[in-house]
């Protein structure tokens, strides 16, 4: 049987395996994809992992940072900054893994994008989401860090955790 998958004016031919729709982001790790055409898409990555035994305030942190996000109704940025091997990115891994229990997926952004099409990409996920930004002062010059205010500085109103890690604060604009 043949299914027809409608996009605007344009019709696909489809398989009923590739319409598996959902109303929601289900709860894992995506990152960032662009196709050919600069369409901007999620794609699955495999789930973070973390040691058995964690070390220092990582559980103390991650409660911490989780009743914060879920205590506001709008979106929450964090900025974890230090040395390289402080446990910056166990941190963050910690709490997506925590979040996700709750449902929330984690989209991890490795690539520096930007602009409105990232904007909606992003805005488009209409349930709490975490957006981690690993090593942001490495994926994102001062230059494009300027054109990501417009995400970051709150004037979306979908509920989003907004994580950059950074080894060196002072790159940050």
């Not at 789930?47 to 940072?65: M, Q, S």
């Not at 997506?96 to 409105?116: A, D």
Request: aromatic fraction near 10%.
């Amino acid at each position: 049987m043949s299914y027809f998958l409608k996009n605007g004016s344009t019709w696909r031919v489809a398989t009923k395996e590739s319409m598996d729709l959902h109303e929601a982001l289900p709860a894992g790790n995506y990152t960032v994809k662009q196709d050919p055409f600069e369409n901007l898409y999620l794609e699955h990555i495999a789930d973070f992992e973390v040691p058995a035994k964690l070390y220092g305030n990582t559980t103390k942190h991650t409660g911490r940072i989780m009743n914060t996000f879920w205590d506001r109704t709008s979106p929450t940025g964090v900025l974890m900054t230090g040395e390289k091997g402080s446990g910056k990115t166990m941190l963050t891994k910690n709490i997506c893994i925590e979040m996700s229990k709750q449902g929330v997926p984690t989209v991890v952004v490795n690539q520096p994008f930007h602009g409105e099409k990232f904007n909606t990409l992003l805005q488009s996920i209409e349930q709490p989401c975490i957006i981690l930004f690993d090593e942001f002062e490495k994926v994102y010059d001062r230059d494009t860090q300027e054109h990501m205010l417009t995400l970051l500085d709150g004037i979306y109103s979908t509920k989003k955790l907004f994580m950059l890690t950074c080894n060196d604060k002072w790159r940050i604009d």
